[in-house]
């Protein structure tokens, strides 16, 4: 299957699809420092490149399967102001209807905070369905945390399946516990995992978002210690080498602060992808 990778990030659908399989076909990321690495770690030259959602034009797009979004989520967080779709960040969901209803691609794959549920005593995700209903899409929905799947630390975010009528139906959810995927770590983040299993180590991730990742401290030899962007990459899933690469390209630290506190959890979106495929395989025949 082919996706498209809307506020790409640093690609962390991009990488848990494409283990499974799946093919990108083209990206858009406003971030100057996200695209940078996000272009060079994936050799995306060629590919359809987008800086700005919206002003994307979805008939100059090219076919695709799925369209995988994390939008922005700053608008619905309990660390911000939650103003929802009064803030610029929030409405940019319609630009994820505007291009799904040229495209109409099969899947929606769509990711954020949990506090999209309760936000506006739960108006601002009727929303969101009652959008997608209008669209032609039957959504399932369901909240994960990424300590669930290995990974050592507490984020939850709620996970949007949209399957256009007619062609799948909503049955991915909800995620078993055989379809998760265990984190295997090595050298520093082994040392993490084994901590957090104990009790022993001190983290809550991103409750603030990225400017939290620069905060949070493990403990280390007896001794509290910042988190590295390195672990905090790990944390997220990505391999060792997409670090770096954003470091080979200069990147600064507080960059990939902010990189690493903005994706997704790779093992999260990977045992979605386990599980779609399974659908999409039920669906083709």
């Known amino acids: 299957m082919k996706f498209f990778d809307l506020f790409a990030g640093i690609g962390g659908f991009r990488i848990a699809l494409e283990r499974e399989g799946f093919t990108c076909v083209g990206f858009c990321e406003i971030d100057k420092w996200a695209r940078k690495l996000y272009k060079a770690y994936y050799n995306a030259r060629g590919e359809e490149e987008y800086e700005d959602s919206r002003k994307i034009n979805p008939e100059d797009l090219p076919d695709f399967d799925i369209l995988c979004a994390g939008f922005p989520c700053q608008a619905f ?11 610029t ?8 209807a505007r291009i799904a209803k040229v495209k109409r691609p099969t899947y929606l794959l769509l990711e954020n905070v949990k506090g999209l549920l309760s936000h506006d005593e739960g108006r601002t995700f009727e929303i969101i369905l009652k959008t997608l209903d209008e669209l032609g899409y039957d959504a399932e929905w369901q909240v994960l ?3 669930d799947f290995g990974v050592p630390q507490n984020r939850e975010r709620v996970f ?19 379809d998760k995927i265990y984190y295997k770590s090595t050298k520093v983040e082994e040392k993490i995992c084994k901590d957090f299993q104990k009790r022993e180590i001190a983290i809550a991730l991103l409750s603030r978002q990225y400017a ?17 962007p390195l672990e905090c990459f790990r944390l997220q899933g990505f391999p060792d080498d997409i670090y770096y690469k954003a470091k080979e390209l200069g990147i600064p630290n507080n960059q990939l602060y902010k990189m690493a506190g903005n994706s997704v959890t790779v093992q999260v979106v990977q ?4 599980k779609l495929l399974k659908v999409w395989s039920k669906d083709a025949t």
Not at 89 to 96: A, D, P, Q
């Open 77 to 87: 967080s309990i660390a911000g102001k939650r103003r929802g779709f009064e803030d």
């Open 89 to 96: 960040r929030g409405t940019l969901f319609f630009e994820i």
């Open 145 to 147: 945390n990424s300590k």
């Open 160 to 178: 949007i399946i949209g399957h256009f009528r007619g062609r799948s139906k909503p049955r991915v959810f909800p995620i078993r516990e055989r």
């Open 212 to 228: 939290n990742w620069n905060g949070n401290y493990v403990i280390d030899k007896g001794k509290f210690r910042r988190l590295t």
């Open 271 to 274: 045992s979605i992808a386990k």
